[in-house]
């Protein structure tokens, strides 16, 4: 079954401690990114990748990180959370091109106390 | 700059009403691609339909309708005979095409429409 899998899919953690949000897809996809979804705001960007070792911001990329050394994987990393990265996050995949649908993981709900 | 604007925010009809989600964008590309992505309750993100922007056509999906018109930068969405099934947020999604230039193929989001369908 194509999928991408996300996790873990709630986390509660204190600010200032690392943590590491991980995303895996099966489907060979060449583009990967991670949304943020916030009340009033829609889903915004924050890295993507268009394939491995590259890299690159979305629009709202501080205080995040990512990398890519697997096709299948796209971690989200933050390096020392704050309450103001409390939010819902998405990880997707899509064949390269603007023209193919996303497929989302099932989201991260992070709570940064 | 992509921009897709969801006017309405809430939007709460009694089961078997038709109703139209609106969605309007905004972009300089002349190809570029539409979706629209479903939220229930339970979080994820749900794929409804796709549009390339050369194809003005209205599709029909059972129960939901899509218009898309070029021409008012519109692509809206109805539901006939809602059910409470229904309820969610409904996200509208715009994408950069080939010819765009760029190399991030970006899915644009509007904020979205919370749609309640009472019984």
């Known amino acids: 079954e194509a999928q991408v899998t996300q996790n873990p899919r709630y986390l509660i953690t204190v600010t200032g401690k690392k943590l590491t949000v991980t995303c895996s897809q099966n489907?060979?996809?060449?583009?990967m990114s991670w949304y943020r979804q916030d009340p009033g705001l829609g889903l915004r960007q924050i890295y993507y990748s268009m394939n491995v070792e590259v890299t690159d911001k979305g629009d709202v990329p501080e205080g995040y990180k990512v990398s890519r050394k697997e096709k299948r994987n796209f971690p989200l990393i933050l390096e020392s959370p704050s309450p103001n990265q409390t939010s819902l996050y998405f990880c997707?995949?899509?064949?390269?091109?603007?023209?193919?649908?996303?497929?989302f993981g099932q989201g991260t709900r992070l709570t940064v106390v | 700059a992509q921009k897709v604007t969801q006017a309405q925010t809430e939007i709460s009809v009694v089961e078997k009403e038709d109703v139209t989600l609106d969605c309007v964008y905004e972009t300089r590309d002349t190809t570029y691609y539409l979706f629209w992505y479903k939220q229930p309750p339970s979080g994820e993100l749900v794929f409804l339909i796709r549009r390339n922007s050369f194809d003005e056509q209205n599709e029909i999906s059972g129960r939901y309708s899509w218009n898309f018109q070029k021409s008012t930068s519109s692509f809206n969405f109805t539901i006939t005979a809602s059910q409470v099934v229904d309820s969610a947020v409904y996200f509208c999604a715009l994408s950069e095409g080939w010819n765009s230039g760029g190399s991030n193929y970006k899915l644009t989001f509007g904020k979205g429409t919370l749609l309640t369908v009472n019984p």
């Open positions: 997707a995949s899509r064949r390269e091109g603007g023209n193919t649908e996303a497929f």
């Open positions: 489907m060979n996809h060449e583009y």
